[in-house]
């Protein structure tokens, strides 16, 4: 397939052939995502072409040109030029759920082994939180830096985590917005363009899809996680980019605490070797190992999880998190002294059990929506949040509880958002009289050869 060339663009000729099933050249779908950057193409156009997609569908090859596209619409990251090893600049993506920190943990960790890990995150909307917000919560932390800026720190420390930039991927900033007002979100090619040509747009040498599904995923249902998965794997690879997909289990909170500065806090008590949930360790573990082996900085999985505690159980994990953070603008003690610059919440309520029993499968996005409830995620992007408010000690599958006992505590602002988050979190957290034992924590990884 060729790249796309300066052919003039008739946008209705396109957006026809695609409405009738048609498929487009790899130089109309350079030309197209050229006019969504440059304005040429209206939203009108934009509009029908997303829905065209979504029901009309794309081909593989249709699939990794819109994306390469879509990531040419604006600057690409050039860490060879910046004099560093291509191969070692990894990155991984997750779909997001509720309580997923893993990001927190995994740059130091990944880093702190050899690796480079520009990672350009997302804010939450809706009920999966967003790793930029649980950075804003920290005081003075720059999510937004130049980009000498942000080159320097992944040059000098490893890592360094921060949002999107106006100049990456400017179409799909375009097309995201005309779709998430046109009910085209949820198409599979369009879903695969946006998240790859924002990712790839960082030049990465090889990346790692953490695809969750489960009732506090993005895509609850795991056949349609599955299916995004394989079309992430196949397009990335297709783009040049090696990727593998981990399909992770999102049917309960992950980790011990949701909510911005709560699970800011929970990341250092990680990387500090104080407390380590073992799902929450589980995952971030599995996910960071494949992410050295694709930079080449181990030969197996085993090798690259050995490491990885290594650095995990010598501090050198938490003092890459340390200085990233104090190299991005915040307070140089932030690992040795957390309490004294995340936020808490004025007022404590526990959420407590009207009767005994066990707990069983709940609904994780329930737990999610709480915490908008609290302050602390938002309905419309435009919001601010409390960056103190979550929920902590929440109960999982299989405990066992006596009346009276804490299902969940909320950290809350007032006593009128705590009632409001109290009622919908009791409202899931039932205990029962049995419970069925949860599926496995990593159901599938996906690398577009044969999967497991
Ligand atoms: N996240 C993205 O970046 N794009 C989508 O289309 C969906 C989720």
Redesign the pocket.
Known sequence: MTTATAAPLIPQELIRRKRDGGILTAAELGAFAHGLADGSVGDGQAAAFAMAVFFRGMTSDERVALTLAMRDSGRVLDWAAAGLDPRRVVDKHSTGGVGDKVSLMLAPMVAACGALVPMIS?RGLGHTGGTLDKFDSVPGYQTAPDAETFIRVVRTIGCAVIGQTADLAPADRRL?AI?DVTAT?ESLP??TA??LS?KLAAGLGGLVMDVKFGSGA?MAAADDARALAESIVDVANGAGVPTVALMTDMNQVLGDRVGNALEMAEAIDFLTGKRQEPRLREVTLALSAEMLVLAGLADSLDAARARLVARLDDGAAAETFGRMIAALGGPADLIESPTRYLAEAPQRYPVKADRAGVIGRYDARSIGVALIELGGGRVDPRQTLDYAVGITDIVRPGDHVAAGDTLALLHARDGASAARAAARVAATLVPGDSAETPGPLIAARITGGAND
Do not use: D, E, P, T
Request: hydrophobic share 50%; net charge positive.
């Open positions: 997302g995201y779709r979100v369009l879903i946006s998240i924002k993005f």
